[in-house]
């Protein structure tokens, strides 16, 4: 099994930074892929960001060129830089990870971009 908690949402205004983080429970090397989905009020969860172990990265086109998705290999942990918030991307967002064909995830945490 894998336990994710994450950390680092917020409320931020429009064009802030803001990074969350998910610290697994076992090494990231045993780990296929991690990312975060979101679902904003009334919306679908949608992917936002993957990594798998070979260091690939996928981004949904909304956050292409604004959202990074990284891992700290040492600490066991995934992060999504997210630059040049937008008031759209008000989500919960939800870190998730794939361990031995099964999905686990964190417990969520809370994105409010806005004045």
């Known amino acids: 099994q894998v336990q994710l908690v994450e950390s680092g949402g917020g409320l931020v205004q429009p064009g802030g930074s803001l990074r969350l983080s998910c610290a697994a429970s076992?090494?990231?090397?045993?780990?296929?892929?991690m990312g975060w989905y979101r679902q904003g009020s009334g919306k679908q969860r949608e992917l936002v960001a993957v990594i798998g172990s070979g260091g690939t990265t996928t981004y949904e086109d909304s956050v292409k060129g604004r959202f990074t998705i990284s891992t700290d290999n040492a600490r066991n942990t995934a992060y999504l830089q997210m630059n040049s918030l937008k008031p759209e991307d008000t989500a919960v967002y939800y870190c998730?990870?794939?361990?031995?064909?099964?999905?686990?995830w964190g417990q969520g945490t809370q994105l409010t971009v806005s004045t």
């Open positions: 076992r090494s990231i090397f045993s780990i296929n892929a």
């Open positions: 998730y990870a794939i361990y031995r064909e099964q999905i686990y």
